[in-house]
C-alpha cells in the first residue's frame, strides 16, 4: 500500500491535460521499461508497453488508462498582463473562482496564477454567476510584453495547482486522481507481473485527450487490437450525504461499472468479473454514470472488442483537490490480477458470445 501511495504523489505532482501529456508519458515510459520487452508510442503520444508470450498465436490483453487531467489552454494575453483561457475538459464554474493554477509553457517552465474573485465589497445583490468564459488568470504580470518575456504565449496549458495530502491511513487527496489512478494501477501491475509468465500478451496503455472525447482511446483500439480490454478510470463519488445507497461510496470497493453514455457492460464480462470477486472476498460495489470512458471508443471499435471499466470512485473529481480511498484502488488491482490470471482461451471465448 505504501508503495502504491508513493507512486500516487508522484503522479498526481505532474502536470498534464488534453494535448499535454508529456510529463506524465516520460514518468510511465522510464517506470514502466524495466518490467516490459518494448514501449512504442502512438502519434498522437500514446504510450504502449508491451509483455510478450512466447505464444505467437497468444490472445491479447489491454489494459488502458488515460493520462490526461482537467485544464485550461491559454488563448488569448491581455494587455494588463491577465490570461485569457479554454477549458480542455468538463469544470464546473462555482469550484475556480481564487484557486490557483500552475501555467507551463512550451519550453516546461512553470508560473503560478489565480482566477480572481471579485471582493464582496464590489459584488451587488443581483451579481450573477462567473462564466468560464469570463474569466481571467493573473499570474502577477503588468503588461503583455512582461508576460511574453516569460516565454507564456497562447497555446500554454494551465492545471491546478495543489499538493498531494495524506487525510488518514486510508483517504488521499489531491488534483488529477482522474486519471494518474489509471496511471499508478499500471505501473504497480507490471511491477508486480515482473516475474510471471503469462498465456497472453499483456499491453497496457497510457492514452491521451480522454477528458476531450476519447481520442487517443480509437487510436490504441486500432493500434493493439486487443482480445479483451479493461480500462481503468477514476468516477465520481456521489456519497457526501451519508446515504448508504449513493451511487459511488468511497471504502466500498471497485466499480463494477454497469453502463454510462458511452458503454454498456456486456452481461457475460460483468458476470466473470462479479463472480471472481465474490470467490475471493473482493469487495465490490455497481456503478453507473452519466459520463464516458476511453472504454466508449474501444469497445466498438473493428468487430467489437469485450472491454469493463475497473474504476474507483473519487470525490470532487474534476476540481483542484478530489479525495479517494486506496482500500478502493487496492481492490481494483486485486480483481484485475484475478481477471488476468482466469485468461484463456475458454475464457475469450465466452465473453464474445
Known sequence: MENSIKIFKELTDLDATSGFESEVANYLIENLSPYVDRIERDNLG???????????????????????EVGFMITKILSN???KFEPLGGFREDVLLSQKFTITNYHGEKFVGVIPSIPKHFVGGSQQSVKISEMTLDIGASSENEVREWGINEGAFATPRTEFERLSQYRL??????????????VDLLKELNN???????????????????????IAANKVQPDLCLVVDCSPANDMDGNK??????GEGFLVRLMDRTMVLRANLREKIVSLAKDNNIKYQYF????????????????????AVIGICGRYIHTPNSIIDIRDYLSAKEIIKKVLTSVDEKFISEIRL
Not at 508491451?50 to 493520462?67: C, E, F, G, Q, R
Not at 509468465?197 to 477528458?211: M, P, R
Not at 453507473?288 to 472491454?307: C, R, V
Open 81 to 83: 498582463g491577465f490570461l
Open 196 to 218: 510471471i509468465e503469462l498465456d497472453f500478451n499483456l499491453v497496457v496503455c497510457a492514452t491521451v485527450q480522454e477528458e476531450v472525447g476519447l481520442r487517443g482511446a480509437k
Open 173 to 186: 487527496m489531491a488534483k488529477a486522481f482522474d486519471n494518474r489512478y489509471g496511471c499508478v494501477m499500471i
Open 245 to 250: 445507497n449513493s451511487n459511488g461510496r468511497l
Open 46 to 68: 500514446g504510450v504502449y508497453a508491451y509483455k510478450d508470450s512466447k505464444n505467437p498465436k497468444s490472445k491479447t490483453v489491454l489494459i488502458a488508462a488515460h493520462m490526461d
Open 288 to 307: 453507473t454514470s452519466p459520463g464516458g470512458t476511453d472504454g466508449g471508443e474501444i469497445h466498438k471499435s473493428l468487430l467489437g472488442i469485450p472491454t
